[in-house]
Nanobody
Framework: VQLQASGGGLVQPGGSLTLFCEAPRRIFIVSEMAWYRQAPGKQREKVAHIRISGADNYADSVKGRFTISRDNAKATVTLQMNSLKLEDTAVYYC????????WGQGTLVTVSS
């Protein structure tokens, strides 16, 4: 199953974006979820993780700026990104954690002035 992320776009440094992802309910309700990103020329990395309980944790590079949340009733996970920096430019993906599902196309976030 591919999980499709949406909500990316072009934003200036310091701006905000919210990313969205919907998963099949049968997968979502039993899975920890995460947002990942892959910047040009770099390996994919996990930036935010959320347990079924809602407990979350973040990569140091985004801590204090990004917030992951999940709606177990709607089987959706979001990533609120604030104070975006140039180095946040990447394709963002959602997946389970560990990433058991097929990677979708992701959504491109470009931070540029």
């Amino acid at each position: 199953v591919q999980l499709q992320a949406s909500g990316g776009g072009l934003v200036q440094p310091g701006g905000s974006l919210t990313l969205f992802c919907e998963a099949p309910r049968r997968i979502f309700i039993v899975s920890e979820m995460a947002w990942y990103r892959q910047a040009p020329g770099k390996q994919r990395e996990k930036v935010a993780h959320i347990r079924i309980s809602g407990a979350d944790n973040y990569a140091d590079s985004v801590k204090g700026r990004f917030t992951i949340s999940r709606d177990n009733a709607k089987a959706t996970v979001t990533l609120q990104m604030n104070s975006l920096k140039l180095e946040d430019t990447a394709v963002y993906y959602c997946n389970t954690d560990p990433p058991f599902q097929t990677w979708g196309q992701g959504t491109l976030v470009t931070v540029s002035s």
